[in-house]
């Protein structure tokens, strides 16, 4: 049981690239959400969804998009990368139901040049 | 949902309680109590959550106080691997932030030898 598995863990991208991180959860949760954490603060919520289908902006989302691709797989993508977006990356799921016992993945430090 | 206070930092001896301090002064009749930790810029991890009463797990123990203005996060021995950020969250148990987690700057917990 791997619980919540982020792809990949580091990153470099030049401004202007793109691309996608890769989230899945192996838990049968129906919640997925992206946050990013820059240095020295809290966790800030991106884009969530809160079931397979749906998908909304979160405190953050300019400059990111979102795809929840089925149950277990919620990818967050960056379309023109800029040096703002540098931070670390945390996918998390739950249950969707009142319990609010996230389980995060690992991560994905990403940073633009 | 309710925003909450706490210490910036705190320090605790090992094999002693640690007792970690929240004030959700503002807090409404349907909003829990969350707490999360994140240790060296892992992914934070669940700790425990409660409504109105006291509660205990196999990692901590939460006291809220009868009004619900504030609560404690009890780690009552503490080890080396507790030293982490230790945030406190409000939740509402409905309504448009469903799901959703509000992280503040958390509470940096140093276990000491």
């Known amino acids: 049981n791997a619980g919540v598995t982020q792809t990949p863990k580091f990153q470099v991208l030049k401004t202007g690239q793109s691309m996608t991180l890769q989230c899945a959860q192996d838990?049968?949760?129906?919640?997925m959400y992206w946050y990013r954490q820059d240095p020295g603060m809290g966790l800030r919520l991106i884009y969530y969804?809160?079931?397979?289908?749906?998908?909304d902006k979160g405190e953050v989302p300019n400059g990111y998009n979102v795809s929840r691709l089925n149950k277990r797989e919620f990818s967050l993508r960056l379309e023109s990368a800029a040096p703002s977006q540098t931070s670390v990356y945390f996918c998390a799921s739950s249950d969707g139901t009142s319990n609010y016992g996230y389980t995060f993945g690992s991560g994905t430090r990403l940073t633009v040049v | 949902d309710a925003k909450t206070t706490q210490p910036p930092s705190m320090d605790c001896a090992e094999g002693r309680a640690a007792n970690l301090p929240c004030n959700h002064s503002?807090?409404?009749?349907?909003?829990?109590v969350y707490w999360y930790r994140q240790i060296h810029s892992q992914g934070p991890q669940y700790i425990i959550h409660?409504?109105?009463n006291n509660e205990t797990n196999e990692m901590a123990s939460l006291i809220i106080t009868e009004d619900r203005k504030s609560s404690t996060l009890i780690l009552p021995h503490a080890t080396l691997r507790d030293t982490a950020v230790y945030y406190c969250?409000?939740?509402?148990?409905?309504?448009?932030?469903?799901?959703?987690?509000?992280f503040g700057q958390g509470t940096i917990l140093t276990v000491h030898p």
């Open positions: 409660g409504l109105k």
């Open positions: 838990m049968n949760h129906n919640s």
């Open positions: 503002t807090i409404s009749g349907n909003e829990y």
């Open positions: 969250i409000a939740v509402s148990a409905g309504g448009t932030s469903y799901g959703k987690l509000t």
């Open positions: 969804s809160a079931s397979e289908g749906t998908t």
